[in-house]
């Protein structure tokens, strides 16, 4: 089957509707005082009976989106309603599932389950009766008063499950919850709580996840979200159509897959496939286009790879002719397609490389910094990365600002959570600091958290 056999999504979900995003807009402030859109114009219902999938690459807002269907975050314009109900807080009919677990340590397994239910006023012995079924049922049973620190991974995130069916919530709102976990536990999770839902074993009535697993996506959902970033907006939508459990072999599950990646990769034709003719027109210069605004540190952010695996990906490419295709190189290296998307759009973020459809093809700059020695390859990648990554260069223009040279972490760590959640924040700037110090950009202190200059930075702006 191809992809433009597949048929798009219903407009209407069946069922009664649960949550309605109506034309969501959330905008921050730059550190210079600019507005800064994160969402930009979404849509979507979430009803009874089903399994929405979010998905999309860094900067498309997934989580944002998660949060405002969850009252977290107020839309800067539009609205979100729960059961026909404008939000103007938190949703009564929701509960969360992180990537962190975000276990309370110093509470027991049944105490961290008990929270949602005694926060809603819910009587001791009542609390306990519920928490030890939601313990039960998502295989916990015995650990009823061990500790989040005695716990593995998979373990801590059943838990963090219990916690939210426990409640019984209209919907379970999951934010990444597998992307912590190794493969194989993630796995066997997806595969219980599919088990789960089918059976109708779990107290809810729809799930709505956040993710960037194509193959997980095409798992678990009924209707997949693909959104594009900076801003996010809602590019195409897909329902899947497949009884579970599924096959992974299945020819739709293949072309729902390759469609998906063929739409992350920037495939315009892929969207269209599934969006219909007005997105095709769209797609295709229909609509007068505003010019992108310059790059910034939240709008552009940083892919989490490190240079060395970055560099393994462009020694590859050039050891193959110079591109190849990325289903291709991943088959070989025995990863799935969206392990290597970060390595991807960083090798694109730098201009090292560039995407021609499902193939990536090494620039001359990606095969300059390959041939390169390794003290020549350092001074080209300081010069690519305070080009055109623009946290680094923002690093490096502020450091440069000092009189000393030097500021604290704490400083660039404030201005990124304007736009990214704290654990976020903390990650871009991980990044950074490993980018910078590997190009002697600029020093890093562990000890007192502070960023030094390394002399003859600004020539490579």
Known sequence: MTSSELRPADP??????????????????????????????????????????????????????????????????????????????????????????????????????????????????ERRRRALKAIDLIGLDGFESAYPKELSGGMRQRVGFARGIVVEPDALLMDEPFSALDVLTAENLRTELVGLWEGHEAPVKSILIVTHNIEEAVLLADRILVLSANPGRIQAELTVGLPRPRDRQHPRFAALVDTVYDILTGREEAAAAVVGAEAAAAAAGGAAQRPAPAPTPISAPLPNVSVGGLAGLLEILVARGGEDGLAEIADELNFEVDDLLPLVDAAVLLSLARTDGPRIVVTDAGRELVAADILTSKQLFARHAATHAPLVRAIVQALAATEDHTLREDFFVDLLARGFSAEE????????????RYAELYDYNRDDGELTLEPGAQTAL
Not at 46 to 55: F, R, S
């Open 12 to 125: 209407r979900p069946t069922g009664d509707v649960i949550i309605r995003a109506d034309a969501v807009t959330k905008t921050f402030t730059t550190p210079d005082g600019r507005a800064l859109p994160v969402l930009d114009g979404i849509s979507f219902e979430l009803a009874e009976g089903e399994i929405v999938a979010l998905l999309g690459k860094s900067g498309s807002g997934k989580s944002t989106l998660l949060r405002c269907a969850a009252g977290l975050i107020a839309p800067s314009t539009g609205s979100v309603a729960y059961r026909g109900t404008p939000l103007t807080g938190a949703n009564p009919g929701v509960a969360m599932v992180f990537q962190s677990f975000a276990l309370l340590p110093w509470l027991t397994v049944q105490q961290n389950v008990e929270l949602g239910l005694e926060a809603r006023g819910i009587g001791e012995a």
């Open 425 to 436: 924040a903390r990650h871009q700037l991980e990044t950074a600091v490993d980018w910078g």
